[in-house]
């Protein structure tokens, strides 16, 4: 079974036993997993791929035409999109499933191929059910510009189904002779990014990973920090500016005129986009009465290998390529990886939090958890359930944890306006003898180890 990705197939599987044809959409970024969920769904029914390349209509049909004669057809026989279609489902018996991979690829060059598909899949000339899955790593392309391209061919889609990233669960199961500390580690690296992890492996420390598998020149991931952006964005001086600008600390739309000197117009513009491409994120604190102490109009990359790029090595490209691995690593990440690691333990502690809510093991059903920004202090994890009872948390993972950490905890609640009925605090190290004291006469306070993750 593929790991982590059973409610995905359970979704793939129930459509194709559904009587009749279907057209889906089957997307997400790039390395995501999209190809083997697609490969595992498959692979015991009869089935037809094609990648779909950025090219020319006739190119993309000369193209598939000859991938269909190696085959044993001839390229000659396939003039067009309608006569490849009808050939490929006609090969196998029973329904098949029928993949173009990149479809955006076909689509943007192509007026008539929606309608060549849909006439296809639903007319009667086609004497076999099939299902086609219209596959794309481009996430801006299909969430904001397919609709208005295809026109009333959406109205024929059966389904979306966009391919998330996965948990930090996951990860402990996909490096088992990691520490949980190094998944934790390798989490702020990779994120939930399949594809990614493929090219980490757990008999290494975190450190040799990223010596041998990103700052090494010859590394499948020394330039794919930038390759992510410039692949599917014009403009890459713009863009590179303006992403290394978040990594330095300019979180503030004022922030960023300063730092690039760009007009605030055109920076939104380009916000705008990278958001869309999911590679920033416009963070919302939760909506308490403390509305007064919020920080609003913060922006993150949210991207968590784009954003290890842009703060460890578009920085230093001189240095990388200059100095060994080993001296560049300590020299500009070692000194402070550490509280880098810090805003994605945060995330790791809230879907702990959220696996603990949905086996029902938390005091209260939370109908909702997000983060407080304060202008002077955080709360690095709130929530409530429907009738308004509070969770806050602290996640600590540069030190150890201290009683006056608790105290800082209520002070931000305070600002937040809000009254705490639990609180959990979670740390990488170890807790002083008071807050255990505290722990054991407050039935509301969870102290939760890194092992407990």
């Known amino acids: 079974m593929l790991l982590g990705r059973a409610s995905e197939l359970n979704y793939l599987n129930n459509y194709y036993d559904k009587d009749g044809s279907q057209i889906l959409i089957v997307y997400g970024q790039k390395h995501i997993g999209k190809t083997a969920l697609v490969r595992e769904f ?18 993309q049909v000369y193209q598939w035409g000859r991938q269909l004669a190696v085959d044993g057809y001839n390229v000659d026989d396939f003039p067009s999109f309608h006569d490849i279609l009808a050939k490929i489902a006609h090969r196998n018996n029973g329904k098949t499933v029928i993949v173009i991979d990149e479809f955006q690829h076909i689509v943007k060059v192509s007026d008539g191929f929606m309608k060549e598909l849909i006439a296809f899949v639903y007319s009667q000339w086609n004497q076999e059910d099939v299902m086609v899955l219209l596959c794309s790593s481009s996430i801006g392309w299909i ?3 397919m609709i208005t391209r295809i ?4 109205y024929e889609l059966s389904g979306f189904l966009k391919i998330r990233e996965m948990s930090f669960e996951d990860i402990v199961q996909r490096f088992p002779n990691f520490r949980v500390e190094e998944c934790v580690e390798a989490y702020a690296i990779l994120g ?18 990223i010596c041998r598998n990103i700052l090494d020149a010859d590394s499948f991931l020394f330039e794919e920090g930038e390759r992510m952006l410039t692949e599917q964005l014009r403009e890459p001086s713009v863009y590179n500016t303006i992403m290394a ?12 005129y300063l730092h690039t000197e760009f007009s605030r117009a055109k920076i939104s513009v380009y916000l705008k986009n990278l958001i869309e491409l999911e590679l920033v994120e416009k963070v919302f604190s939760y909506d308490t009465a403390g509305k007064e102490n919020v920080q609003k109009g913060i ?3 949210s991207h968590p290998f784009v954003e290890f790029y842009y ?14 691995v080993g001296e560049y690593y300590n020299r500009y990440v070692a000194p402070d990886f550490r509280k880098y690691v810090t805003r994605y333990f945060k995330i790791v502690c809230r879907q702990h939090l959220t696996r603990m809510n949905e086996r029902h093991r938390l005091p209260i059903v939370l109908d909702s958890i997000g983060e407080w920004i304060g202008k002077n202090g955080s709360l690095d994890i709130i929530a409530q359930d429907q009738e308004g009872h509070t969770l806050i948390g602290l996640c600590n993972w540069e030190k150890p944890m201290a ?5 800082t905890l209520l002070a931000c609640a305070k600002k937040a306006r809000i009254h705490a009925d639990y609180i959990y605090m979670y740390t990488a190290f170890r807790y002083d003898e008071r807050l255990n004291l505290e722990a054991k006469m407050k039935t509301n306070l969870k102290l939760v180890q890194i092992t407990d993750l």
């Open 143 to 145: 969430e904001n510009s």
């Open 42 to 59: 498959m692979k015991d029914k009869p089935n037809y791929y094609y990648l779909a390349r950025a090219c020319s209509e006739r190119e």
């Open 192 to 209: 939930g990014i399949p594809g990614l992890w493929n090219q980490f492996d757990d008999r290494l420390t975190i450190q040799q990973n």
């Open 299 to 301: 922006y993150r990359i």
């Open 151 to 154: 026109g009333e061919a959406a």
């Open 245 to 256: 600008s978040i990594a330095a600390g300019n979180h503030k739309l004022n922030d960023l």
């Open 311 to 324: 703060t460890y090595m578009y920085p230093h490209l001189s240095d990388l390529q200059k100095l060994s």
């Open 403 to 407: 009683y006056e950490d608790y105290e």
